[in-house]
């Protein structure tokens, strides 16, 4: 099982007080693992310095601006597959059925599909287990890096250090059908409320929703095989 994945899963979690207290054992974590190299390390560091140090009113703005009113960033993987949609509704739920047969409990305040719970049940996975399955959405962690990236933000680096413990890279093709869909200002709430209103998402062109759920289901078919019958899901772990 790799902390690594649980450090990344902090730094993409709503800074509050208990959040700049435990990072202050980030990166001492990160190097102990070693999962990363110490270029990806290195890249993080700024990140978790002002997870430690800055002001907290500033880092939750700054959060909130990002990934709660950017829709384009979001990070909830199936809003950027399904947007909307009722298909995302099923897909959460045999998400939580997934957890739940792995043994993890998630809070029912949480929707199974935010990256930090996924990056959370990843944690309790044996490690090579955890880097196989984050490749499997790996098209919407690139495409958020890239947005990131584009934005000078701070938190791209996360998402290169998943790509970095990814086995093998994204379909540019499905990257890039996600980086056309177009971004909004998130001061600007007439657009916004716009973009809300607007058909669901779907990767690559798929022209009708079902082919969006057929998407998800592919994720999620491939993301941690059923336990043989019989077989232990494990200890169980309570979401944070």
């Known amino acids: 099982m790799a902390q690594t994945f ?10 509050t007080a208990e959040l700049q207290e435990a990072a202050t054992a980030f990166e001492e974590i990160l190097e102990a693992e070693a999962l990363l190299g110490s270029s990806d390390r290195t ?3 700024p990140l978790i310095d002002e997870l430690r140090t800055g002001d907290l009113y500033d880092l939750q703005e700054r959060y909130v601006l990002l990934f709660d009113r950017t829709r384009s960033l979001s990070l909830h993987l199936f809003e950027h597959v399904h947007g909307e949609s009722r298909d995302r509704g099923q897909a959460m739920v045999d998400l939580m059925a997934l957890y739940e047969r792995h ?5 029912a305040r949480e929707l199974p599909d935010f990256v ?3 990056l959370e049940f990843l944690s309790t996975q044996p490690t090579d287990d955890a880097r196989e399955l984050v490749t499997e959405p790996l098209h919407v962690i690139t495409a958020l890096r890239e947005r990131l990236r584009k934005r000078g933000s701070i938190y791209a680096a996360v998402f290169f250090a998943l790509e970095a413990l990814a086995r093998g890279n994204a379909p540019w093709e499905q990257v890039d059908a996600l980086l056309d869909e177009p971004e909004v200002a998130p001061d600007d709430l007439e657009a916004l409320d716009r973009e809300w209103e607007d058909a ?9 929703p ?13 993301m941690v095989p059923t336990p043989a019958d019989g077989a232990s899901p494990g200890p169980r772990q309570q979401a944070s």
């Open 6 to 15: 649980k450090v990344l899963s902090l730094l993409l979690t709503y800074p």
């Open 43 to 45: 890249m993080l560091k």
């Open 116 to 118: 930090p719970l996924f």
């Open 210 to 222: 079902s082919q969006g759920c057929q998407q998800a289901n592919e994720i999620l078919n491939r």
């Open 200 to 208: 669901a998402v779907h990767f690559a062109g798929a022209p009708d």
């Open 103 to 107: 043994g993890l409990t998630v809070d």
